[in-house]
């Protein structure tokens, strides 16, 4: 019988010549990752569990990406209690403060490779699949077993498959696309499910455009994400939804899920005001997404009355930016820049909202109190969300094309 | 034993549950005085030991941290009944020894307020205040071993022990 990728990928790390749908495995775990939000919880249930080991340090991660660098007391005292952890157990892949988030670091540096099953103490762990990867989110007290196991229990979940058709017109972005495909399914459409991307508008997406495709992948429930293209001879039994990308305008994911997507030129006749812009999350601030803000932003200024707030994901695209010239154009332009990592996405450090206020951003979630408690989260591209800092209220980009003198920036 | 009930909604996420800020948190029992802090303030010190929180569709979406069912936990919760989970939020919640059972007829045809109780092995749930009872389908028995255990840690202890 022939298999989804998704099911080769579990059938492989069963040890099984084939699995099913709806079958529970055995798996064992290739990559294990785990960051600050959750390290303090995996390391006290590790704690529990009787002369626990670790199964394999090489094949564990470590991050601090969310309260990074440390945002009180508390946090670095769980920075601490990783940082002794790992050293004691001989975890040499640490990725301290500073060196961005997670899924993008670990795709940055080819941890997540395909065929391979990658588990993280984080939801959005499902953006390790954009290279071919089974990656999922688990929780601190499965990572603890996971730590000293090295195997996992899965259902083998059915596949949904994704189609694109045609080509995003200009102006349009990729996220425009998922967030449409985030609309069709509501936050549950893909629950339980492994999500495959393929046709055209999908298969053209470069890495940062599919990492952030299988990271948003999560918020309509999948367990896992990955691209399939046609040529690599998808299965064609599973059930297809088929997107037409040639209609694709700017959306806009009004409060508060990120499923609740509308077409950004009917959002902007209600003259939103917006006291914060954000670019950032492993959706969101990818050195794509910094290009196409800074194309927008150079020559022009931040609204009074609006602060932007630039996060890139990582070191990396950091440094990138600054050596294309985008941290400059998005910094003149009035930006606050901050140090990689998760920042503002959940309201961890940087960028927490007061009550009532309001805020755009490329990030990944705008459930109530997400961004702190009492704000207000509309989500959309990195283009969307620059177009709204300039005008100081929610903006179909496309009125904002980059202006004279932006070219150098945005091609 | 029956419990009493809390009634939530549809898509109830773990940042409702408990929220960002209190991320820093890893006692159960501190994690439980701030459960459902903006969405349902009153509940929190309201919840008496062994309560049962009802919930609408996907409850617990969102993100992985196991804080939200610890949360609960701590706040006095000793099950959760929803239309359906999101798997992140159930898989938590088995592996800290909290039953998560499916039924959205109970929780359809149950109000806050009213007397509940379940039976894992047999797969039932049973409304005392409204005497009606449903079914459910029980979980696979290394499941319904770890909630015996209390939890994903002591079953893979007592695996241990035994190998």
Known sequence: MSMTATERILARGAGKRTVKPGDIVDVAVDRAMIHDNNAALVIKSFNLIHDPGVWAPERVYFFIDHHSPSTSPKAVKHHDLMRKFAGKHSIRNFYDCGSGISHVVMLENGFAQPGEIVVGTDSHTTGEGALGSFATGIGATEMAAVLVKGTIWMKVPKTVRINGRGKLPPGSTARDLVNLVLRRFGPDGANYCAVEFGGEAFDRMNLEERTMACVMSMEMGAKNALFVSDEAGAETSVSTVEFEAGSVRPMVAVPSLPTNAVPAEEVEKDMIAVNQAVIASCAGALLGDLKTAAGILKGRTVARGTRL??????????????????????????????????????????????????CISSSTRNMPGRMGTGGTVYLGSSATVAASAITGYITDPRELLPCEGGDSVAE | ??????????????????????????????????????????????????????????????????????????????????????????????????PVIISPEAVKASEEGDLLSFDLEKGTVANETRHLSFRFEPFPDFINNYLRKGGLVNALNEERENR
């Open chain 1, 309 to 358: 707030i630039v996060i890139p994901a990582t070191r990396k695209i950091y440094n990138d930016a600054l050596a294309l010239g985008y941290i400059q154009a998005l910094s003149a332009a009035g930006a606050i820049i901050s140090s990689p990592g998760c920042g503002a996405c959940g309201g961890h450090d940087a960028g927490i909202l007061a009550e009532g206020e309001v």
């Open chain 2, 1 to 98: 034993m029956p419990n009493r009930c809390w009634k939530v909604g549809d898509n109830i996420s773990t940042d409702e549950v408990i929220s960002t800020q209190y991320m820093t948190l890893t006692d159960i029992g501190e994690l439980g005085k701030h459960v459902f802090e903006g969405a349902r303030p009153d509940m929190a010190g309201a919840i008496s030991s062994g309560d049962i929180l009802l919930a609408g569709e996907n409850m617990g979406y969102g993100s992985s941290r196991e804080h939200a069912p610890l949360a609960l936990k701590g706040a006095g919760i000793g099950a959760v009944i929803a239309c359906s989970f999101a798997r992140l939020f159930y898989r938590n919640c088995i592996n800290i020894g909290m």
